[in-house]
């Protein structure tokens, strides 16, 4: 499947995601996501999300997951920064909350609400984390939803 296939279906998924996550969290009583778990995601999705509004792949690339790194390489990362800054401008520094966090699969799950300066509405970012094998927290995965980028597709 062509990166633009998937990142269009993620697109779709994103939403339904959010409410099958919120759902499922509700129905079986999944737990909250550790004090730990949320305090690390706090420190490296502002220096993940500062590093996308600056284009730094170096420091994008140093908190993520193995598989996180072979899905977003140097050239797809530079491609989708320029998406985002071109879609909806640079994330406001600080300006994230967390709204919900939870422990899905083994994974912690921690959602924001953050601004960015071309977008009228809140940016919600959803960051997984998850233990590598030396028991180290890394960036798993990410999803960012807003108005401007259901509109705009990732091309």
Do not use: H
Request: aromatic share 10%; with cysteine.
């Amino acid at each position: 499947m062509k990166i633009m296939e998937k990142f269009e279906l993620k697109k779709i998924l994103i939403p339904v995601m959010i409410i099958t996550f919120s759902l499922g969290c509700i129905l079986s009583g999944c737990s909250a996501a550790g004090e730990e778990a949320v305090s690390f995601a706090d420190d490296v999705t502002e220096d993940y999300l500062t590093a996308i509004n600056d284009g730094n792949f170096e420091n994008f690339k140093k908190d993520l997951g193995e598989e996180m790194l072979q899905a977003m390489p140097e050239d797809e990362f530079i491609k989708f920064s320029s998406y985002l800054n071109d879609t909806i401008g640079d994330y406001v520094q600080d300006s994230k909350e967390v709204t919900a966090s939870g422990v899905q699969k083994g994974m912690d799950v921690i959602v924001y609400q953050t601004d960015y300066t071309g977008e009228d509405e809140k940016v919600k970012v959803t960051i997984v984390i998850s233990k590598n094998e030396n028991g180290d927290y890394k960036i798993s995965g990410s999803w960012f939803d807003s108005p401007k980028l259901r509109e705009k597709n990732y091309q």
